[in-house]
């Protein structure tokens, strides 16, 4: 697999050792590292998992996780023309319950062609056309 895009749950179980999807976290980021697989990262999905650290360990464990993810990931900006679509997507689908944060890595996933990694496939699911990947 070439590329992927990165949902929050991954990135916070690989940076919180305490997460219960941990030791999957770990595994899957060895194997994707060792298939040198490109992880496409949208900007919102580095806010949440920063923020989530930071409310939930210690402003140094938050400012560590950010600097790694910056060397690690391939950062991924959206324009006022991908929000407008984001918002567009988003209002065409008004039982939805997902958040802006889903919803740029649903637009990422359908744009690149690549699948998603996530832990909480709820979000997801209203999106036929997603494919995931899991660790094997």
Request: glycine share 4%.
């Given at each position: 697999?070439?590329q992927?895009v ?131």
């Amino acid at each position: 697999m070439r590329q992927l895009v990165l949902d929050a749950g991954p990135l916070i179980a690989l940076f919180y050792a305490k997460d219960s999807y941990h030791s999957q976290s770990v595994a899957g980021f060895t194997q994707l590292s060792q298939a040198r697989t490109i992880l496409l990262t949208p900007i919102p999905i580095v806010f949440e998992v920063y923020k989530w650290l930071l409310q939930r360990t210690s402003p140094g464990l938050a400012q560590q996780t950010l600097e790694t993810m910056e060397k690690s990931l391939h950062l991924m900006a959206i324009n006022r023309t991908e929000f407008d679509d984001l918002t567009a997507m988003i209002y065409a689908l008004p039982q939805w319950q997902g958040t802006l944060e889903d919803a740029t890595v649903a637009a990422m996933a359908l744009h690149y062609r690549c699948p998603v990694w996530t832990l909480n496939f709820r979000d997801f699911g209203i999106f036929s056309k997603l494919k995931f990947w899991n660790p094997s």
